[in-house]
């Protein structure tokens, strides 16, 4: 075999092995994001705060869409997104809601600018309603709000040695 047959083979098992590998890849980013809880009385909290916030927008609308920035930041940290950041946290968030983030960069910028002078009040209104449907991802209790963790499934050597597997019970309650 030629020295120049054999690169392009080798060319296309590495491009092939790279169209396997990349989706793998991609879904270990997105299961690598921590994800924390949000208790149910926080997510009643938070629904509180933003339910006043579309209140108060008529009267204020510049307070309200900086507010409502605010608010969603203060959420996404909640929930395990990086707080060091905007550019981290909205890149985090890129990841795991894609359709939605696009939302909540609108509001970051109009509140930005609501900051140096009123926009239009119209603008504003479509900022904060573009940002409410990741509000509401992230304010919803997820499956891993409610349910325990399962059980670790026995290995199947485990299994072959009469080994049973520790079950995992849950947080320690307190005495």
Known sequence: ???????????????????????????????????????????????ARWAGLQERFVDSPGW?????DRLLGALAVDR???????????DALSVRH?????????????????HEGEPATERMREALVAARPLFERLVRAQPHDERP???PVPRQRDLQR???????LGPAADH
């Not at 009469?162 to 995992?168: A, E, F, S």
């Open 162 to 168: 009469g080994r049973i597997p520790r079950q995992r």
């Open 98 to 114: 894609p359709e939605e983030v696009e939302g909540y960069r609108r509001l970051h910028a109009m509140a930005a600018r609501a």
């Open 80 to 90: 395990g997104y990086p707080a060091e950041s905007e550019e981290k946290r909205m």
């Open 149 to 151: 963790l399962p059980p």
């Open 1 to 47: 075999m030629s020295t120049v047959t054999l690169i392009i083979l080798l060319a296309a098992l590495a491009a092939m092995a790279g169209l396997v590998i990349a989706p793998s890849v991609r879904h270990g980013r997105k299961g690598e994001l921590p994800v924390r809880s949000l208790p149910p009385e926080a997510r009643e909290q938070y629904a």
């Open 64 to 68: 309200a869409l900086r507010e409502a």
